[in-house]
């Protein structure tokens, strides 16, 4: 079986990835030469040279030359990347990407998983923040930019150890965290899988990856969440807001600058009180889900609270980004619908006249297969601008549209248009917006730009 750990030059393929990146990073720390590629160059690729890492821009077959011992790849690259080809041609031994992060994590007693179809990146920061604030020194390895440690990354020296665990092509079935968060389970990657059932199939898979010494965290409001914590060998504790969750939010005070307060309850025992600095019940239950995970590996309940009154969010995850004219602007990553009503319903939380939504749809696939649900995501905004298609890792696709999704937004009763290319959107927001209006960019592509110009 290929093991990272035999290997003295490992190469990287897309080694700018926010997870490649922090990999290397930690193979690095540990002495193992590392090296790689990227498509340009980027603040992460530079900090990465400055590590002493080797990176090559552009995929080139000579890229991979007699002394990399493995090659590590991503999800999104393709069997005909000239490097894949190369390392097999060569009988270099290949690790994907979620294999390597799953082999790291096994080598920590108190490893914590964060899966889900949305809120990883939230909960994995905030679970960081209580360790953090307990000061176990853990090492961290998460989607976004965490402010308190200044990366996505940070490198710890305990048995402490916190990751996104992503479900696109069934990357978290490499893993067997101590503890395993389930936030959510909704369609989506639908290019991937065949459908809702398959999705929850995955999830159940995941959740029975955690030993019997650990412990399953899973959302009480998910449909048939019995269905997906059977014939688990480890103990499974629900929470939300409802009566009959082990960890249930009581008492909850929404304020007028968008902040959360309240209480937690565990097994029906008050455990303490919680003060939230991002908005939303979305953030409430990503709460809920964090102090569960660190209360099973022994933090208290005041360093919970210490921790996420310290969190102000990740970038992209409802991010302030500034104000102009009386104007606010806030970006967030949002790019699933269930993810948009949440952004969308936060926003009402904090005060101001008219919401301007204006989203970017990433990829055709996505768009394609919730359009409906996309249609219908959109109630809480009162003017909607639909961006063009961000199509990643995707091919043009003539059968959807940016046009075609704001006439779908429009049918569902709401003030939405395509309006064209980011700077034809600027300065129609630029004529539009008014003194005490809240404009949010939404998506996950780089629809932040807009909000960026806006405000120069």
């Not at 390392?87 to 990407?97: F, Y």
């Not at 009180?273 to 939303?280: S, W």
């Not at 022994?298 to 409802?318: A, Q, V, Y």
């Not at 790019?335 to 948009?340: A, G, S």
Request: aromatic share 10%.
């Amino acid at each position: 079986m290929t093991t990272f750990k035999n290997a003295k030059h490992v190469y990287f393929i897309g080694i700018g990835g926010v997870s490649m990146s922090g990999l290397a990073e930690i193979l690095t720390d540990r002495g193992f030469r590392v090296s790689g590629t990227d498509i340009k160059e980027s603040p992460v690729t530079k900090h990465l040279e400055n590590l002493g890492i080797h990176i090559n821009y552009g995929h080139r077959k000579e890229n991979i030359t007699d002394d990399v011992d493995l090659v590590v790849y991503t999800a999104a690259i393709h069997p005909d990347n000239p490097e894949l080809v190369a390392a097999n041609e060569k009988g270099i031994p290949l690790m994907d990407r979620a294999h390597l992060l799953g082999e790291i994590m096994g080598e920590y007693a108190n490893s914590i998983a964060v899966a889900g179809t949305h809120g990883k990146t939230t909960t994995t920061s905030m679970v960081s923040e209580i360790l953090l604030a307990a000061e176990t020194d853990p090492t961290i390895t998460v989607g976004g930019i965490l402010p308190t440690i200044g990366s996505n990354l940070k490198i710890g020296h305990s048995p402490f150890f916190v990751a996104e665990a992503c479900e696109y092509f069934d990357s978290f079935l490499q893993f067997n965290p101590k503890v395993g968060v389930i936030l959510n389970v909704e369609s989506d990657h639908l290019d991937y899988f065949e459908d809702l059932a398959h999705i929850r199939r995955s999830f159940h898979a995941f959740a029975q990856r955690v030993p019997e010494d650990g412990v399953v965290i899973i959302n009480q409001e998910i449909d048939d969440v019995e269905e997906l914590i059977t014939e688990l060998g480890c103990i499974a504790e629900t929470f939300g807001m409802q009566d009959g969750a082990v960890w249930q939010a009581k008492n909850i005070a929404h304020e007028a600058d968008g902040t959360n307060t309240f209480d937690v309850y565990y097994k029906g025992e008050y455990f303490g009180p919680i003060h939230l600095q991002v908005p939303g019940e979305h953030n409430i239950m990503n709460a809920l889900a964090s102090i569960a995970s660190a209360h099973y590996l022994g933090i208290s309940p005041e360093d919970c609270n210490k921790g996420l009154l310290h969190f102000g969010g990740t970038e992209r995850r409802f991010q302030r980004k500034g104000v102009k004219n009386g104007i606010q602007v806030i970006d967030d990553y949002a790019h699933h619908p269930t993810e948009i009503k949440a952004a969308l319903a936060a926003a009402k939380k904090v005060q101001h006249n008219k919401t301007w939504c204006v989203f970017q749809p990433h990829t055709y696939s996505r768009t394609k297969f919730l359009f409906d649900e996309f249609g219908e995501s959109f109630d809480e905004a009162d003017e909607i601008i639909i961006a063009d298609i961000f199509a990643a890792r995707e091919a043009f696709d003539e059968t959807i549209s940016a046009a075609m999704l704001a006439e779908r937004v429009a049918q569902a009763g709401k003030s939405a248009r395509y309006v064209g290319d980011f700077d034809a959107i600027r300065a129609y927001l630029e004529e539009h917006c008014q003194e005490g209006d809240l404009l949010m960019t939404v998506g996950a592509g780089d629809v932040f730009k807009i909000g960026e110009s806006f405000l120069k």
